[in-house]
């Protein structure tokens, strides 16, 4: 197995490397923009979509579905009136007609000359929207993590299964040419036989400000915002994105960004289910605010025959080997550096470069999923639901472990990670992490961290062994009507 001590002292080439690849990777995107042309379609022969939740990701979404020519937006749907107004007027410009506003997603879905449904809410919407719509003979467009909880994405698998609907994951990076050369490159073992991949979520993130009781916004419809979750007091300052670091709603960096890295690790990997075993640690340091989940967080997965770390730094951090959010494949004979959604670059044992792969654009992504709509076949999709529930769900157990934890100091840690196996590994990386929290002013020596529990799974079941309140985590109280229905009600 090719060292990670070595690798961490080859910095300086594999970043000059790397800013080549980058280079490289902006030249090739602007080739891709030039030859991109939208699709001609007749009015007859246009697909109609309603865009669901439109404040963020989803004015992508909307800017996608408006500028094709085979496609138009007949619905903007969000809880929030004055977004979903804008975003409707913004489309006018770009199809020459204005969609429907609607607060309530179930009017568009209730339509039947809608054929797609494309999704960008917060998480805790993410499944239902995509079965509400499936179950009305809709295809959809689901955002990452397709999921809040492992229990209902794997019920919309079963009812895109069920209902022969076309269900695309929004991981554009498996339609990046630069991220599936470079998957292939490591799975076809030109680096060796692969045991470890690393995953890098290293985006900084600040303070979301005191944890408070503040009002609604007078147009958002909070009853219909919380949908699947309780009503509960909005505790943060800003209730749009920053539901992300509350449980209620979000998954934290784990299930944000780090979702598209998990799934290329997965993916590079070969790995087609859910891991035998998961810990995680971690902790939320530098600030005390609104937030809960963990912006400093390592989860290990082991599977059969390999593992996967994954890393959580929401401080101010350096990047790892010209990578900050990305994923290092390790095999016997050399590493894949993959630093960017579609730049990757392959080294020997030594560090040279041998090989570079760049090229890709979100638009790919939506070419894939409406090819698949049009020939009916899910095999077709780059990202089925399937690939986005396992992804999703390797996040979610991660949390699992981690919210299960006890606090404990950090030569407690260091304790527990040196008793595993492959320990040199573990305790390296949480040596990593503690000169990380020192750089930005933590007080490690003072501060404690959630160490979570060990939690042994059934990956073909999709269930923890011997841990009923692990197994409580995998779903949630669902807030009538807004129900994720059990597997006998699909």
């Known amino acids: 197995m090719y060292s990670r001590r070595r690798f961490l002292e080859e910095g300086l080439l594999a970043a000059a490397a790397l800013a080549a690849a980058g280079a490289d990777e902006t030249l090739a995107a602007q080739k891709d923009k030039k030859k991109r ?4 379609a007749s009015a007859a022969e246009k697909l109609a979509v ?51 506003v609607v607060r309530d997603m179930r009017q568009a879905f209730d339509d039947k000359s809608v054929d797609l449904v494309s999704t960008a809410t917060p998480n805790h919407w993410h499944s239902l929207v995509a079965i509400w719509a499936m ?49 292939d490159y490591v799975r076809s073992g030109k680096i060796g036989a692969v045991k470890l991949a690393y995953g890098l979520c290293y985006k900084r993130r600040g303070s979301i400000g005191p944890r408070g009781n503040y009002p609604i916004p007078k147009q958002v419809d909070y009853s219909l915002w919380s949908g699947p979750a309780p009503i509960a007091p909005l505790t943060r300052r800003n209730l749009h994105y920053d539901w992300h670091w509350q449980w209620l709603y979000g ?24 891991s035998k075993r998961v810990l995680s640690y971690g902790g939320r340091f530098g600030y005390e605010d609104a937030g809960e989940t963990a912006n400093t967080q390592m989860v290990i997965h082991e599977f059969d025959d390999a593992t996967l770390v994954f890393e959580v730094r929401g401080l101010e951090t350096e990047k790892l080997k010209g990578a900050g959010v990305g994923v290092i ?16 670059t392959a080294f020997d044992t030594q560090g040279k470069v041998v090989k570079q792969f760049t090229g890709g654009d979100d638009r790919l992504h939506y070419d894939n999923f409406l090819k698949a709509v049009r020939s009916r076949k899910h095999e077709d999709l780059h990202s089925d639901i399937l690939e986005g529930h396992l992804s ?63 939690l042994a799974m059934d990956p073909a079941a999709e269930t923890f062994v011997d841990n009923a309140a692990a197994c409580e985590m995998l779903t949630r109280p669902y807030r009538e009507p807004f129900v994720v229905p059990p597997a006998d009600k699909i």
């Open 392 to 454: 999703s769900a390797l996040c979610h157990t991660g949390n699992v472990s981690y919210r299960l934890g006890e606090q404990v100091p950090a030569a407690e840690v260091k304790r527990r990670l040196a008793d595993r196996k492959s320990n040199d590994d573990l305790v390296e990386s949480f040596a990593r992490i503690t000169a990380h929290l020192e750089k930005n002013k933590v007080p490690v020596d003072r501060v404690k961290f959630t160490f979570g529990v060990e």
């Open 135 to 183: 179950k009305a003979g809709k295809d959809v467009y689901v955002e990452k993590p397709v999921s809040h909880n492992p229990s209902e994405g794997r019920r919309a698998v079963q009812v895109a299964r069920k209902y022969g609907r076309i269900c695309q994951t929004g991981t554009q990076c498996r339609s990046m040419p630069g991220s599936f050369e470079a998957i």
């Open 37 to 40: 042309s939208k699709p001609k």
């Open 329 to 344: 494949f390790f095999g016997s004979e050399g590493y894949v550096v993959m630093s960017s959604y579609s730049a990757s």
């Open 50 to 100: 309603a865009v669901v939740g439109v404040g963020g990701r989803g004015s992508d979404h909307l800017r996608e579905f408006a500028e094709r020519g085979d496609t138009e937006v007949l619905y903007v749907c969000d809880a929030d009136e004055r977004i979903g107004q804008q975003r409707a007027e913004s489309v006018a410009k770009l199809q020459g007609r204005k969609p429907k």
């Open 251 to 274: 998954n934290g960096d784990l299930g944000n960004q780090g979702i598209h890295q998990m799934d290329l690790a997965r993916w590079g990997l070969g790995q087609k289910a859910l």
